[in-house]
């Protein structure tokens, strides 16, 4: 694979713009670059996404945006920028989690805030509004919503399960049941009662009050998923 070299581009900072799922800035942080710039000059420049995705072509920030703010406050008018020039969704939202992954982490919640804010992924807010309502982390969530803990950092989560509002509900009554917010023990209740062709939930919970002092919550999924089928029996 031949090596791309970067497009520098000289561009005017009050052109640039911010992407809505780009963190907030840290005004101290601002303030600590702008006094290095000062002392050490510019060692490095901004990278800058050229792209239609919401409509008209614009350059948004895509790394480096406490850089620019530090430019703007110094009174800087232009400055030169990495430019990538990108349609493609995913793409994008990767590029953007390695960019900033030699300072923090992107995390999943990084990503679905991230999909979010993009054009055609409803899918993804539907996901955060599950989250947010039922206190569930995002990979319980998917696993309610579409079926499986995948898909979500690379765009192509989808809501398809018809049993989701049923499942929800479930579970907070499990959950409740075993007091526990085990994210494991939700995946492996998931994975039985979704495994029951004519599963009775009123049936399960009855066995389950008369079981759950026995039940053994652990780090073992499928050895939790093999205790609730020995529950229903």
């Given at each position: 694979?031949?090596?791309?070299?970067?497009?520098?581009?000289?561009?005017?900072?009050?052109?640039?713009k911010t992407l809505?799922?780009?963190?907030?800035?840290?005004?101290?942080?601002?303030?600590?670059?702008?006094?290095?710039?000062?002392?050490?000059?510019?060692?490095?420049?901004?990278?800058?996404?050229?792209?239609?995705?919401?409509?008209?072509?614009?350059?948004?920030?895509?790394?480096?945006?406490?850089?620019?703010?530090?430019?703007?406050?110094?009174?800087?008018?232009?400055?030169?920028?990495?430019?990538?020039?990108?349609?493609?969704?995913?793409?994008?939202?990767?590029?953007?989690?390695?960019?900033?992954?030699?300072?923090?982490?992107?995390?999943?919640?990084?990503?679905?805030?991230?999909?979010?804010?993009?054009?055609?992924?409803?899918?993804?807010?539907?996901?955060?509004?599950?989250?947010?309502?039922?206190?569930?982390?995002?990979?319980?969530?998917?696993?309610?919503?579409?079926?499986?803990?995948?898909?979500?950092?690379?765009?192509?989560?989808?809501?398809?399960?018809?049993?989701?509002?049923?499942?929800?509900?479930?579970?907070?009554?499990?959950?409740?049941?075993?007091?526990?917010?085990?994210?494991?023990?939700?995946l492996a209740y998931?994975?039985?009662?979704?495994?029951?062709?004519?599963?009775?939930?009123?049936?399960?919970?009855?066995?389950?009050?008369?079981?759950?002092?026995?039940?053994?919550?652990?780090?073992?999924?499928?050895?939790?998923?093999?205790?609730?089928?020995?529950?229903?029996?």
């Open positions: 694979m031949k090596l791309k070299l970067p497009i520098i581009e000289t561009l005017v900072i009050k052109h640039l809505p799922f780009n963190r907030a800035v840290n005004m101290k942080h601002i303030t600590a670059l702008l006094n290095s710039m000062l002392i050490y000059r510019i060692l490095r420049v901004p990278v800058i996404l050229r792209t239609t995705i919401f409509g008209k072509q614009d350059d948004y920030i895509l790394d480096a945006q406490h850089m620019v703010a530090a430019l703007i406050k110094a009174d800087v008018k232009e400055v030169p920028c990495i430019v990538i020039e990108e349609n493609d969704i995913t793409q994008i939202i990767n590029t953007m989690a390695v960019l900033n992954n030699t300072l923090s982490t992107w995390k999943i919640d990084d990503y679905v805030n991230a999909f979010t804010h993009m054009p055609g992924k409803e899918d993804y807010k539907l996901l955060k509004v599950h989250h947010l309502s039922t206190g569930f982390n995002y990979t319980v969530s998917s696993k309610i919503l579409n079926g499986t803990t995948g898909g979500i950092k690379n765009g192509k989560f989808k809501v398809n399960c018809t049993d989701a509002d049923d499942m929800t509900k479930n579970l907070v009554e499990v959950t409740s049941l075993f007091d526990t917010n085990s994210c494991k023990f939700m998931l994975t039985f009662a979704r495994s029951i062709k004519k599963y009775d939930h009123k049936k399960f919970m009855q066995f389950a009050a008369r079981a759950k002092k026995q039940f053994i919550i652990s780090d073992d999924t499928t050895m939790m998923v093999n205790l609730f089928h020995g529950i229903y029996k």
